[in-house]
């Protein structure tokens, strides 16, 4: 009873139609905004042994879970990284705008790096043993440093929409969710097609492009970031269609 009588306060939204609308969009907006880190789990975690992925991918998603759950227990002083520290170049730069710079920085230059060692792999024989049988613990902290960037923006998004503390911890929980469920189907689907890979670190260069924007105070709307990657994963999907009907007729013509 006195687990209920504390909870209640908390809860007293689910009487409200409203809410559960802010609620239902709060969850879709923090699933689309986890399509970003989830492509870039996918891509760390495939350079990893393969009995080693699972693993690092539960690893990497319940530490973005536990991450977010902590920084929305301390979303007042969340909500202040949005205040100005400095000013440079006629913007004022707040510790989010430096977060999302230094976040947009390293996937620019993981992408970079990555596309690199895709397109000429024996350029970088000596030093690909470190990249493509990277430690377990090293993904992890890669994939904790991103996902404190995404992290951050999630929670702030997240309190532009809605006062409630609850609709935020259910939308986050909901959303990792979905993610935990995605990540194992969707590197699968990577690692099968060597194509994706590199559309998927044009689609982290892009990402990386808009952080260092956003922070710089130039915003993108993310309609137009996604709409661009679906386009591009639209185009790829028939280049895949076509490159198999293809090869069924080879087939079939021998």
Known sequence: MQLIEFLAPHFH??????????????????IVLGI??????????????????????????????????ILLATISIIVQLTTPVFTAFGHGFSWRDLILIAGGLFLVWKATKEIH????????????????????????????????VFSIDSIITAVGMTDEIAIMYIAVIVAVSVMMLAATPLANFIAR????????????????????????????????????????????????????????????GH
């Open 117 to 148: 060692h895709t397109v000429d792999p024996q350029d970088h024989q000596d030093t690909m043993v470190g990249t493509l049988q990277m430690s377990l613990a090293g993904a992890i902290f890669q994939i904790l440093l991103l996902d404190l």
């Open 193 to 252: 097609n060597p194509s994706i890979v590199m559309l998927a670190l044009g689609f982290l260069l892009m990402i990386g492009m808009t952080l260092i924007a956003d922070g710089m105070g130039y915003h993108v709307p993310k309609g137009y970031i996604y709409a661009a990657m679906g386009f591009s994963a639209l185009v790829e999907g028939l280049n895949m269609l076509a490159r198999n009907r293809k090869k069924q007729r080879s087939g079939g």
């Open 36 to 69: 970003d880190n989830l492509i870039f789990i996918s891509i760390l975690t495939n350079k990893l042994p393969e009995a080693q992925r699972a693993r690092a991918r539960r690893l990497g998603i319940s530490a973005a879970l536990v991450m977010r759950l």
């Open 13 to 30: 939204f689910v009487s409200d139609p409203t809410a559960w609308v802010a609620l239902l969009t709060l969850v879709v907006l923090e």
